[in-house]
Each structure stands twice: as C-alpha cells, then as structure tokens.
C-alpha cells in the first residue's frame, strides 16, 4: 500500500473526485436512482466544490478519497470502494476534525456503510429528517473533537468520558441540539 496524503482540492482534481463519489455513492446509496445520482454529479461538480473546502486524499499519487466542509458542514466524505478500510476515511475526518473542533453531518438512515463508519468514528445521532427530493429518511449526526472518545477530557466543569462508543456525561446524558437548517 502506497503512502496516504492529504492535500487541498484543486480544479484538475474534478474528474477524480467525481468518480470516487460516483463509485462510493454506488456501493453506499443503492437505494438511490439514477437520475437524482445524475442531477447530484452535475452539482457536486458546479455548485458544491466551489463553494467547499475540500481536502483529497491520495494513496500512492491516486486520489482515493475526499472531504468537503461547508463551515462546520460535513457536506460529504466519499472513498473508493477499492480502498476501503485503508485508513483514508478515518485520515481525512481526523484531519476534518483538526480543522473545526465541531462537526455536523446528514446520512441517509439506509447508508450503513456511512452509518457504521460515522457511529465508529464517535458522531452521535442528534435528529432526523425526510430529503425532500427522494423522500428518504436522513439522520443529522454530531462530532464534537474536544470530547474524542478515548479517554477522559474535562471542559470546564463537565467530564465527559467514552461509553459503548458514546459519550455520556459524568452526571447525567444530555442530548446534542443540532441548529435548524434552512
């Protein structure tokens, strides 16, 4: 396995970054049909990158996998199917992370490859919706990384320490407010 490096997005990247969310999206998002995958590709390319920082990953000089933030957004994470459980996914949310301490995401409830993924990585499920354009049910997750699962962390005076892959305060469980989206 060649070496894994993290780089900002830049526009000779597109056709790459496309078909790593082309092939993921396949294997994560079956139950989505082909003309909406069409209609999000043409997005992603003119509306979502430009208006994202975006981080890719390459693995040996091949991009393999990519990250876009929208503020404390996680508008998407993406990897090859052909370089799944690598490390990148981990790679770029760790480095997700390091850039905003407080991350928010949307995952469609039947995506179990992202579920898994995010459940692992520590997000926690703060809400749920309906997408309106395919009418599925989309849950809104939390990441908050000066609360990272692993060892006991004190912010003021709230101790917060891992359980079953959760966190959960010393005194009581409190539950994460998402902000209302538009």
């Given at each position: 396995m060649g070496?894994?490096?993290?780089?900002?997005?830049?526009m000779n990247d597109l056709r790459a970054v496309l078909d790593v969310w082309d092939a993921a999206s396949r294997v994560a998002h079956p139950f989505l049909d082909e003309a909406f995958l069409a209609k999000e590709r043409r997005e992603i390319a003119e509306v979502h990158l430009p208006n994202a920082e975006t981080w890719v990953c390459e693995l040996g000089g091949v991009v393999a996998g990519f990250v876009a933030l929208v503020g404390e957004e996680v508008g998407g994470l993406f990897v090859h199917p052909e370089h799944h459980r690598k490390g990148i996914g981990r790679a770029l949310m760790d480095h997700s992370s390091g850039l905003r301490e407080v991350l928010y995401l949307d995952v469609f409830e039947e995506n179990r490859v992202g579920r898994a993924f995010y459940d692992r990585y520590g997000f926690e499920v703060v809400g749920e919706r309906v997408h309106e354009e395919t009418g599925r049910r989309q849950l809104r997750m939390h990441f908050d990384a000066r609360f990272r699962t692993g060892?006991?962390?004190?912010?003021?005076?709230?101790?917060?320490?891992?359980?079953?892959?959760?966190?959960?305060?010393?005194?009581?469980?409190?539950?994460l407010v998402a902000p209302e989206r538009p």
């Open positions: 070496q894994l490096a993290i780089r900002p997005y830049g060892s006991t962390q004190r912010s003021g005076d709230l101790a917060w320490r891992p359980r079953s892959g959760r966190l959960a305060h010393e005194r009581q469980e409190q539950a």
